[in-house]
Structures are given as structure tokens and as C-alpha cells.
T-cell receptor
Framework: SQTIHQWPATLVQPVGSPLSLECTVEGTSNPNLYWYRQAAGRGLQLLFYSVGIGQISSEVPQNLSASRPQDRQFILSSKKLLLSDSGFYLC?????????????FGEGSWLTVV | AQKITQTQPGMFVQEKEAVTLDCTYDTSDPSYGLFWYKQPSSGEMIFLIYQGSYDQQNATEGRYSLNFQKARKSANLVISASQLGDSAMYFCAMREAGRRALTFGSGTRLQVQP
């Protein structure tokens, strides 16, 4: 069966420091990968998605970047965090094709920028 | 314009009763999929149920059913025999054929009372 893991689960970082959140998927090949952000009490906002190694699409211009160095690895990064980067970050995966392919989420990472 | 609208920020239901969570959507794409996710306080997003735009019958998964009214563009989630463990945020989401990612509504917080 497929599993998805992301880490760290909780992170408190000072303004201006770098960020790296990692996500890996097991049990599937060539998945679509996603990074979503959820502000407190709000819905999910898509940040990035990837259809293959090195292929990243950005949905919202921002202080963050994403990379996919391996087929089942997705990394969310920032060189200098802003207070507004605080939130709950969720990595997710889906099979490649079809509107019916469910997106499955990782456990999430709570980021607090202080 | 909002793609997904959930008009109920919060709902209360008595244990063992049924509850309906509303969701309306907006798309001009004839092919799309509708999803419901549950987010407990731990933060993880749990997939509940899926309905395709061409599906003739309403989707059901255990105590969850989706009341799909295509002409009205609504996809309400019905939870039968509510349990205390159903207390959580519930998100409606849509994927259109031309897009790989899901668009989420703002969510409904359901509280099941004993």
C-alpha cells in the first residue's frame, strides 16, 4: 500500500532563517506531488505541484520554493522566512491521471515563524 | 468567483443523528470530480468520499453519502448516525479535468454532542 510521510512535524523558526520541509511517498511510482498551506481556521491553498523529477509548477508567487530531486521526494524550502509564512503545510500525492484520482495527504507540518 | 462554497462555518449535531454539510461548486468544465475530506484536531486530512461528474448514482462509503445534485451544482455530505469521533473540520474539494490539483472550500466545523 502507498504511504506518505513528511517532516518535521513541528517547527519554530526565527524570521529570516531558512526552511526545509521534506516529504516522501512509498508504494507508488511517478506520482503527482503537491504542497498545500493552511492558514489558521482557513481552507487549503495550493502552493506547488510536480508531475515529475525536476518539474515544478507554482500556483502562488511567494517567498517559498519547491524541488523534486527524486521521483518520490518533494521538498519545500525558503531562504529567508517571513512572519506570514507561518501555517500548517501539507504534502500530498495522487496517481497521474484522471479527475477521480484521490489526493492523499501527509501528516502535516506546523510552522511558526517568530 | 469562489470555486467551492461551504456556507456553514459551524454545525452541531446530536450523537446518533444524521447531519448534512453543504457544498456548492462552480465550474464550466463538464468533467470534474468532487471530494470530501475530514480534518480532526491532529491536522491530517482524511479522504472520505468521491463523486464524479458523470456518475449516475450518489456515492456512498459506510456512514458517508454524497447528495449530488448536478443541475444545482451542489455536493452535500450526509453523515448518518453521528459519532463523537466525527467532530472535526470537513472540507469539500473539486478537481476539474484540466487541472491536476484540488480546489478546497473554507470548511465546516462539525461538533457532535453526546
Amino acid at each position: 500500500s502507498q504511504t506518505i510521510h513528511q517532516w518535521p512535524a513541528t517547527l519554530v523558526q526565527p524570521v529570516g532563517s531558512p526552511l526545509s520541509l521534506e516529504c516522501t511517498v512509498e508504494g507508488t511510482s511517478n506520482p503527482n506531488l503537491y504542497w498545500y498551506r493552511q492558514a489558521a481556521g482557513r481552507g487549503l491553498q495550493l502552493l506547488f505541484y510536480s508531475v515529475g523529477i525536476g518539474q515544478i509548477s507554482s500556483e502562488v508567487p511567494q517567498n517559498l520554493s519547491a524541488s523534486r530531486p527524486q521521483d518520490r521526494q518533494f521538498i519545500l524550502s525558503s531562504k529567508k522566512l517571513l512572519l506570514s509564512d507561518s501555517g500548517f503545510y501539507l504534502c500530498a500525492w495522487s496517481a497521474v491521471r484522471g479527475t477521480g484520482n484521490t489526493i492523499y495527504f501527509g501528516e502535516g507540518s506546523w510552522l511558526t515563524v517568530v | 468567483a469562489q470555486k467551492i462554497t461551504q456556507t456553514q462555518p459551524g454545525m452541531f449535531v446530536q450523537e446518533k443523528e444524521a447531519v448534512t454539510l453543504d457544498c456548492t461548486y462552480d465550474t464550466s468544465d463538464p468533467s470534474y470530480g468532487l471530494f470530501w475530506y475530514k480534518q480532526p484536531s491532529s491536522g491530517e486530512m482524511i479522504f472520505l468520499i468521491y463523486q464524479g461528474s458523470y456518475d449516475q448514482q450518489n456515492a456512498t462509503e459506510g456512514r458517508y453519502s454524497l447528495n449530488f445534485q448536478k443541475a444545482r451544482k451542489s455536493a452535500n455530505l450526509v453523515i448518518s448516525a453521528s459519532q463523537l469521533g466525527d467532530s472535526a473540520m470537513y472540507f469539500c474539494a473539486m478537481r476539474e479535468a484540466g487541472r491536476r490539483a484540488l480546489t478546497f472550500g473554507s470548511g465546516t466545523r462539525l461538533q457532535v454532542q453526546p
